[in-house]
């Protein structure tokens, strides 16, 4: 038996085991993988669709409309004195501020697919373009649970801070080239640009529940193999954001740990984040790490940003 067979029946069996131990503890962990779930579709439906959807079509529908252009002449010297990256960047950019990740991904792959900016400057944006709701920041983090508006405050700032830091160290790239983006042939149907734009959202806010159910059926049945001790719950923010700050809002941890704490959670993003990210970015040839270190780089910046603001407006 020649030893590619015997690796490829190896593979098999290796599969084979896995899979029976998934399916043996989603059966012993039934209800609260139910419960999972149930949360995932009411962190959806409740408060992440409501936030991206308006944003999401408005963006399809300017795109049609060469809006891009319009706002890239406003933002041309920023983006590309500042971040180095063509003009039209700043409609991904200024969208993102607004409604903050994964939709960033969307506009950069829109923007992208109407030929407006080309991989290079996708590569670079995704770096720096990758804000928090804030919204979810100051209401859900700031006033939920921290209980403290001031302190969502500090961490919107901090958030928002190190990325632009991240935008102005990450400009020197020798196969960037500034070039005029293509103008768009405007579609005069309406209706037909609001059906694609209604199409193109609904996929990707499927998408995106199904990445963030996964990566909380993942967390669940983690936390039934390997019991973590309250306090440091908070870790399963790594892998999905909102389970990890909320258990941090439960830990006995002061406030200004859980501010710094938060700050990096929100800024790194967690596995889930970065997975619809790039599932959104399908088939774009992007390279996971310098997104990643970007990430840990991001998230370690704003907290320290958090850390110095604290210390200089003792606030608590």
Known sequence: MSNIRIYLIMKKIILLILFSTLIFLILINSYEIMESIRFSFSLCINNLFPSLIPFMLLSNILIKYNFVNELSDIFKNIMTKIFKVNKSCSFAFIMSILSGTPSNAKYLKDSLDNNLININDVK??????????????????????????????????????????????????????????????IKT????????????TISTLFLILGIITT????????????????????LYGLIEITQGLKYLSLS????????????????????????????????????????FISRLIHGILASILSLLILRLTNII
């Not at 149907?189 to 193109?200: A, P, V, W």
């Not at 973590?228 to 719950?233: C, T, V």
């Not at 941890?253 to 984040?273: D, E, P, R």
């Open 189 to 200: 149907n309406f209706i037909n640009i609001l059906k694609d734009s209604i199409n193109n």
């Open 252 to 291: 006995n941890f002061n406030l200004q740990l859980k501010t710094i704490i938060s700050s990096f959670l929100i800024s790194f993003g967690g596995f889930c984040i970065h997975a619809q990210t790039f599932a959104i970015l399908d088939n774009k040839k992007i390279r996971y790490y310098p997104y």
């Open 124 to 185: 670079k944006c995704l770096n720096f373009c990758h804000f928090t709701n804030p919204i979810f920041i100051l209401g859900t983090i700031g006033y939920t649970f921290l209980n403290n508006k001031k302190l969502g405050l500090i961490i919107l700032i901090s958030h928002y801070l190190s990325n632009i830091i991240i935008g102005i160290f990450n400009k020197k790239d020798t196969n960037y080239n500034i070039y005029n983006s293509k103008q768009i042939k």
């Open 215 to 234: 990566c909380i059926i993942s967390t669940c049945i983690l936390n039934n193999i390997i019991p973590i001790n309250d306090n440091f719950k908070f």
